[in-house]
């Protein structure tokens, strides 16, 4: 590849793009409701929720020191990350509180990039991610959602028109944003009902000393500020 196309290919990623019509914004945000809000929907759509939560405690396994070993996805949307490295302490800590706030949080990522017109270098940056991903991918299903995810967003980045790109890209971070918050509520539901004795709410528990209804009271919190915050972003307010 030459200099020429280097330098397109640069300005291509890191380059902005167009402002898009602000009716395409609240499109892609109801768009991203109807897919959270009803329960046969979200059975499916949940598997993108469960990418970026276990997503979410290997990257932190791997920061704070610890090693990955893999990641499971399973067809239920429930997932298995598994790290080696001290039982306790603040590594720990974080690996487990990670999950949860994870979709939020690349939410509000994506949120700051869309506001700064990097539309094409948020769609590379996400299949950068779950290209990551995949190398710790441990079970088949896994391996394909996460392909499927993959390529989705690189066809989209390389393949189609600016237009399309934002209603994708806008329609991504809002589904992170307001998908983020239902998890939390889910495992409350559970718990209520006995369910769920070991979820990450009950680990970050016993490692802290604290109780599980305060862990689930800061996923929820950090899920609502991320909406709140990444939306009035993504909304131009």
């Not at 920061?63 to 790290?83: A, P, Y």
């Not at 528990?205 to 599980?212: C, E, G, K, M, Q």
Request: with cysteine; aromatic share 8%.
């Amino acid at each position: 590849m030459d200099s020429t196309h280097l330098g397109d290919l640069w300005d291509r990623v890191f380059g902005t793009q167009p402002d898009p019509d602000q009716w395409l914004v609240i499109a892609t945000a109801l768009v991203a409701l109807a897919v959270v809000v009803p329960r046969v929907i979200w059975r499916v759509a949940r598997n993108a929720i469960t990418i970026a939560h276990e997503g979410g405690h290997g990257l932190i396994a791997l920061l704070t020191g610890r090693s990955l070993d893999g990641i499971r996805l399973h067809s239920d949307t429930s997932g298995l990350t598994v790290s080696r490295g001290k039982p306790t302490g603040i590594g720990m800590i974080l690996t487990a509180a990670a999950g949860y706030t994870a979709p939020s949080l690349l939410g509000v990522g994506g949120a700051w990039l869309l506001a700064a017109n990097h539309i094409t270098l948020f769609l590379w940056i996400a299949t950068a991610l779950l290209l990551a991903m995949l190398v710790m991918i441990r079970n088949a299903y896994g391996a394909l959602t996460v392909i499927v995810t993959g390529a989705a967003f690189l066809l989209v980045s390389w393949l189609t028109t600016a237009e399309v790109q934002a209603a994708f890209a806008y329609a991504a971070v809002w589904f992170m944003l307001i998908g983020g918050v239902r998890p939390a509520f889910e495992l409350q539901s559970k718990r209520r009902h006995g369910g769920a004795p070991d979820s990450d709410a009950d680990q970050l528990s016993r490692l802290t000393h604290v109780p599980a209804v305060l862990w689930l009271f800061f996923f929820h919190t950090v899920s609502v500020c991320a909406l709140l915050g990444g939306g009035r972003w993504l909304l131009g307010l």
